[in-house]
């Protein structure tokens, strides 16, 4: 079963700076400080990074972690019946290159598409959440 929780968008990539000012952030809380460490939580790292819940530059974040989480969830689902990107492709008529690319970015995929994958390529079921 595939759970996809939002939208679907188009594939937005997120500039290396940005991971890396994160991830400074990160490494700033424990380093030097050996019996009383300091950790911060990853939302609160979202929020000084890409801004507060709500805003745009936040909400691509969150949009583009989930279109990963779906490719990785694609990626598991063919792989435990254990089928190639090739072998898959050849049951949807798609190429194996764009299996790859939606098995590691999820985002740019239709939804015939992500059906015709799921249900016809590895004999799953999608089901489809939207919060507001």
Do not use: C
């Amino acid at each position: 079963m595939i759970l996809l929780n939002g939208f679907q968008k188009k594939s937005q990539k997120t500039p290396k700076k940005e991971i890396d000012k994160a991830l400074q952030l990160m490494s700033e809380h424990y380093e030097g400080k050996n019996e009383k460490t300091v950790i911060t939580p990853w939302s609160e790292i979202k929020d000084r990074v890409y801004g507060s819940k709500g805003t745009d530059r936040r909400d691509n974040l969150e949009r583009e972690a989930e279109s990963f989480r779906i490719g990785l969830m694609l990626k598991k689902a063919r792989e435990s019946r254990q089928l190639t990107q090739q072998e898959l492709g050849q049951i949807i008529d798609k190429k194996r290159t764009y299996i790859s690319k939606v098995e590691n970015d999820g985002g740019n995929i239709t939804l015939k598409t992500l059906f015709d994958i799921v249900e016809k390529g590895l004999g799953g079921k999608v089901k489809i959440s939207i919060e507001v």
